[in-house]
């Protein structure tokens, strides 16, 4: 009687073993470049020239008290033994001061740029994921793996998608001119 346990626990088993790689044979996956399917829409090169057109004067602000920070360097370095005192000190004060002025544009820059680039990331993100989920209807698939991340799948078991969700988000969100 225990034998026929035995055998029949390990016939099941066999069973759903043998059965388990026709299941996931069935299953249809999708893979997109998130990134790059994102990075290569007509909004994302839009809005990196918008971006670039908005901070261009501040990063020019940004430039120049950089160059004026380097120009006081080099006159403190090539004045070594030359100025008195009290010259040697005003040239160290407007040194720190230029400095200052440079981090505070530098730090505000950053924040200002970072903070409009996360909105922008967080709209075009969203909005292809609905492509995305789309086209996954449309196909049919049950999963759409994100090829940027870490993921280990058999060589032709997914269909890249990454170019198809970049002319489906064209497609649904175009820029206008």
Known sequence: MSRFRLFSALSLCAAALFSMPAASAQ?????????????????AKKVQTDLAGKYKKR?????????????LQTQLQNSQGKLS?????DLESKIQRKQREHDNLA???????QKDMDDINQRLGSRMIEVVKKIMDEKGMDA??????????????????????????DKAYPVKP
């Open 27 to 43: 299953a249809k996956i999708g893979l997109v470049n998130f990134r790059t399917a994102i990075a290569d829409t007509a909004e």
């Open 59 to 71: 990063q020019d602000d940004l430039d120049k008290v950089t160059r004026d920070f380097n120009d």
């Open 144 to 169: 759409i793996i994100d090829t940027v991340g870490a993921v280990a799948y058999k060589s032709g078991t997914g269909v890249d998608l990454t170019k198809e969700a970049t002319t489906a988000y």
């Open 85 to 89: 005192a009290a010259g040697q000190t």
């Open 107 to 113: 730090d505000d820059l950053q924040t200002d740029y």
